[in-house]
Structures are given as structure tokens and as C-alpha cells.
């Protein structure tokens, strides 16, 4: 398996506009997870989803902040409008039950200047 | 509410020498625990977990980690440190059920030639 897959790697976006990161977990992962990390703040759970509905939504900073996840093997995370403390490392991570463990992508590095 | 403390920011050892990464865990069941190695502008990679039986769990790259009940704590070890071991290591706590993992703040571990 590839492994969990997030685009873009990179993304650098003015203030204002609206940014859409991507994932897309391990086939036959039942559950996703959205995270934040920033040097302040550390490695913060965003929302994640179990068979692609929404459970926990609690740690979305703002109502700018939304995720679908349409299908169990697609994932989106947007942010409008974005704002400069919005720059992070953005990561998704896929896990099944009964394996425990989560199996995280390689990130998306946002930077809102 | 479960919870992970990693005393640690930072961690400095000598190349060949043994090396700990300390964490300490609350939770109000029986834990899972595990730990996580994040390398620069990459993901985090799974390295070892603790679910059930033996106390010394061994993980990728030749990492152990042993849980100890009475001081809920479970350390990072390592025999022989390697210069590629230098990253960020997070150890991370769930509770019984499918909810997420709740991770530490992650300590930093430079090895020194």
C-alpha cells in the first residue's frame, strides 16, 4: 500500500483566500484524522471520522474551518477565509479498528502570508 | 481525560551510548501506548506500540519501550544510540475504546558523533 497520501506538499496562499487540503488514507482504514502542528501549539487533533462521518469536531479552531469526508477513501480540509496564523503543518492519518495505531501522511506545509 | 507528559523538550547523548526518551501516561483504563518518530519535514512514523502481555515491547530501528504500571510510565530505549537516530519522538496514550491518540509534546533527541 502507499500509505496515507495528502496534496499539496507545500502550499503558500495570500491572506483571504481559501486553501483545500487533500488526503487520502489507507484503503480499508475505517477511520481518519485530521491533525495541526506548530512549534507553540504542538501536534493538535483537528476532527476525525469514523466510515466518513464526522465524530469529533471539537478541536477546529474556527467555523473557517470545514471537512468532508465523501467517500472512504477521500478526505478534504478548507480553510476560508485563511489567515497568516493559520501557517502549520497540516497532516491526515488513517487507522483500522482493532490495529490501534494511526498511520500518519507526509503533511501539508500551508503558509498564509 | 487521558493525558501523555514527555519531561523532556530535549534529549543529548553520544553516539554508542544508550539512550532514553522518557513519558509518563494518565488514563483512566488500561492504556495503549505508543511512540512515534517524526524526522524533519516528514510525517510521524510508527515505531512501537504497548496493547497487552510482555512489559518490553520492541519496535523498528532497534527501539524498545517498557511499560511500567506502578509509575505509569513508558520510556523510550535504546542500547546504542545512532546519529540517525536525531528527531522528534512523541509518545502517545488511548483509552479504551476507538478514541483518538492523545500525544505528548514530543522531545527532541540529538545524538552526537
Known amino acids: 500500500d502507499a500509505g496515507v497520501i495528502q496534496s499539496p506538499r507545500h502550499e503558500v496562499t495570500e491572506m483571504g483566500q481559501e486553501v483545500t487540503l487533500r488526503c487520502k488514507p489507507i484503503?480499508?482504514?475505517?477511520?481518519l484524522f485530521w491533525y495541526r502542528q506548530t512549534m507553540m501549539r504542538g501536534l493538535e487533533l483537528l476532527i476525525y471520522?469514523?466510515?466518513?462521518?464526522?465524530?469529533?469536531d471539537s478541536g477546529m479552531p474556527e467555523d473557517r474551518f470545514s471537512a468532508k469526508m465523501p467517500n472512504a477513501s477521500f478526505s478534504t480540509l478548507k480553510i476560508q477565509p485563511s489567515e497568516p496564523r493559520d501557517s502549520a503543518v497540516y497532516f491526515c492519518?488513517?487507522?483500522?479498528?482493532?490495529?490501534?495505531?494511526?498511520?500518519f501522511g507526509p503533511g501539508t506545509r500551508l503558509t498564509v502570508t | 481525560a487521558q493525558s501523555v507528559a514527555q519531561p523532556e523538550d530535549q534529549v543529548n547523548v553520544a553516539e554508542g551510548n544508550p539512550l532514553t526518551v522518557k513519558c509518563t501516561y494518565s488514563?483512566?483504563?488500561?492504556?495503549?501506548l505508543f511512540w512515534y518518530v517524526q524526522y524533519p519535514n516528514r510525517g510521524l512514523q510508527f515505531l512501537l506500540k504497548?496493547?497487552?502481555?510482555?512489559?518490553l515491547v520492541k519496535g523498528s530501528y532497534g527501539f524498545e519501550a517498557e511499560f511500567n504500571k506502578s509509575q505509569t510510565s513508558f520510556h523510550l530505549k535504546k542500547p546504542s544510540a545512532l546519529v540517525s537516530d536525531s528527531a522528534l519522538y512523541f509518545c502517545?496514550?488511548?483509552?479504551?475504546?476507538?478514541?483518538?491518540?492523545?500525544f505528548g509534546k514530543g522531545t527532541r533527541l540529538s545524538v552526537i558523533a
Open positions: 492519518a488513517s487507522s483500522l479498528v482493532g490495529i490501534y495505531e494511526q498511520y
Open positions: 484503503s480499508g482504514h475505517d477511520y
Open positions: 471520522f469514523n466510515n466518513n462521518v464526522p465524530i469529533d
Open positions: 488514563v483512566s483504563g488500561n492504556p495503549y
Open positions: 504497548y496493547i497487552t502481555g510482555d512489559n
Open positions: 502517545a496514550v488511548r483509552d479504551v475504546g476507538n478514541t483518538p491518540l492523545v
